[in-house]
């Protein structure tokens, strides 16, 4: 199995697919509208009501009172304060989801940044155990013919086949660790 490589994507593609960016960003254009619509709710508007209402104290007797009501009616929210308030309320909450949203995309930038330098160190961790199991196998290598020679001990061929094992102990647990990092 191949070591893989670094994706090809950039990094604003890699911020779009993320869900917690996503939210975000609907949060936000949630907000937005709400803003807007606030705005738009303070304008004058002219419509037409009509309600009526019959009054009865017994139930054996027909209705005694009537209230009726009806004509145009002339709403001027922009001197409403609870209509300035749910507009100052829009326009905060808009503002604090932008700078959530802000915070967010800096914190991906960060998470895509460190996860990339993790992953290259780790590449560079696995080419270094690479290099040394290679050149710990020379060693072994060269330590088993000067034992077959009979110029060493057992000892020292023992000793040279712990530590070649442990670079390649250590040369699978790099290699593992960019797997894990790729992912």
Known sequence: MEIPSLPELF????LKNL???????????????????????LYPSLSFRASGISMSSDLSTPFKQWKVSFGPVLNLPIWSPKKK??????FSQAELYKD???ASINLAIEEIELATKSFIMSQ???SIASNTS???AKVY?????HLQAGLISQLVLLEDERQYLSIQSDKLSTRLQVFQFAL
Not at 11 to 14: E, H, N, S, V
Not at 85 to 90: H, L, P
Not at 141 to 145: D, G, H, I, K, Y
């Open 85 to 90: 308030i749910a507009r100052k309320v829009a």
């Open 100 to 102: 959530e949203w802000n």
């Open 124 to 126: 560079n961790e696995h």
């Open 19 to 41: 869900p917690y960016l996503k939210v975000k960003e609907a949060e936000l254009k949630e907000s937005l509208l709400v803003k807007k619509s606030s705005q738009y709710d």
């Open 141 to 145: 290598a060269t330590t088993l013919e």
């Open 134 to 136: 290679k050149e710990i």
């Open 11 to 14: 990094p604003t593609r890699a």
